[in-house]
C-alpha cells in the first residue's frame, strides 16, 4: 500500500489522499480507533471520502501530517463487532437485470446480498445517503444507462462498488433491487440526524426471514 498524500488545508485541516477506497476504509477506521483510545491529536471532525479523510478542527495539523503517512494501519476488518440491521424486500424493478449481470438467478442475488456485511465507506449526494462497501467485486454492477428521474424513498441500490438506500425520493442511476420499508435514514429531530455514519456496519435482512 502506497503511502497517502497529506495537504494541508486552511490553518487548522488536513486532506488526506489514499490510493483506493480501501485505503481510504482502512485509515478511516484506524483514526476512530485511535480517536476512542485517546491517541490522536483532538480534532473537530473527520469527514471520509470515496479516497480521502478531511481532518478539521486540529491544534497542530503539521505534526500529525507529519507522523501520519508513517502509521501502522492494518487491512480492514468488516467481521468485529455488531451490525446494524435494514429489513429489506427484495422487489426492485432492476432485479432481473443484476440477476443476469451477475449470472444468478433473483433468489440467489437476495441471498448474496443479505449474506454480505457492509460498512459505510462515506456519507453524501443526500442528506442521510450512505454508501456501503462490503461486496466482492465480482458483483459490482454499473449504473443504469438511462437514470431514473424519480427513485422512491427506501429504495435499495447498487453502483459500481456500493450499495445504499434512497432516503428521499430523487434522481437517480443507480441499480434498484429492493425496499426498505420503514426505514427513516434521516430525521432533523433525531440525534444523531443521519441513521448511518461512516463505519456504522449493516446487513440487510430479507423480510420473509425474519
Known sequence: MSAPLVHRVGRNG???ELEDAEAAEALHAEILRRRVDGTLPPV????????????????EPQR?????PSWDVPPLRRDEGSA?????????????EVAGLWGVDTAEVARIHAGTVFRVAFCGFAPGFAYLTGLDPEYHVPRRADPRTSVPAGAVALAGPYTG??????????QLIGTAPGTVLWDSARKPAALLAPGTRVRFVPEESR
Open 14 to 16: 488536513l486532506l488526506v
Open 44 to 59: 473537530r471532525e473527520v469527514v471520509p471520502g470515496a479516497r480521502t479523510i478531511l481532518l478539521d478542527g486540529l491544534s
Open 64 to 68: 500529525l501530517a507529519a507522523e501520519l
Open 84 to 96: 446494524l440491521e435494514i429489513r429489506v424486500r427484495y422487489d426492485g424493478p432492476d432485479l432481473d
Open 165 to 174: 438506500v434512497y432516503p428521499r425520493s430523487s434522481p437517480g442511476g443507480w
